[in-house]
């Protein structure tokens, strides 16, 4: 609010961006599909990884999430990213469907 309300373009921009990609990563891991579409429509960055690699593809792999993973790959997401383990989009819990998907 203080950074519109006083005209600071770039530091407004760089908040929106950084709420976009955290909401991204959270609705992602939740399997909140109708919540990823919004940060992606308004410029999240759909390979974006955290401090630790991961991505919200490997959030929504992992937790089995199918229609998250189906969203993100039509925006994008790379599969062969890999966080700092050298894991990509999980396949290790046995979800089925997202592995078809992937």
């Known amino acids: 609010m203080i950074a519109s309300q006083n005209g600071h373009v770039e530091v407004v921009q760089i908040l929106l961006e950084n709420v976009a990609q955290a909401t991204l990563i959270s609705a992602s891991q939740n399997g909140h599909a109708e919540v990823v579409k919004i940060p992606l429509e308004n410029g999240a960055q759909v390979n974006l990884q955290q401090e630790n690699g991961w991505s919200a593809l490997m959030m929504a792999s992992q937790n089995?999430?199918?229609?998250?993973?189906?969203?993100?790959?039509?925006?994008?997401?790379?599969?062969?990213?890999?966080?700092?383990?050298?894991?990509?989009?999980?396949?290790?819990?046995?979800?089925?469907?997202?592995?078809?998907?992937?």
Request: glycine share 10%; no cysteine; aromatic share 2%.
């Open 64 to 102: 089995g999430h199918a229609e998250v993973v189906q969203i993100l790959l039509e925006n994008g997401a790379q599969v062969n990213i890999q966080e700092e383990d050298g894991w990509s989009a999980s396949t290790q819990n046995g979800h089925a469907e997202v592995v078809q998907i992937l």
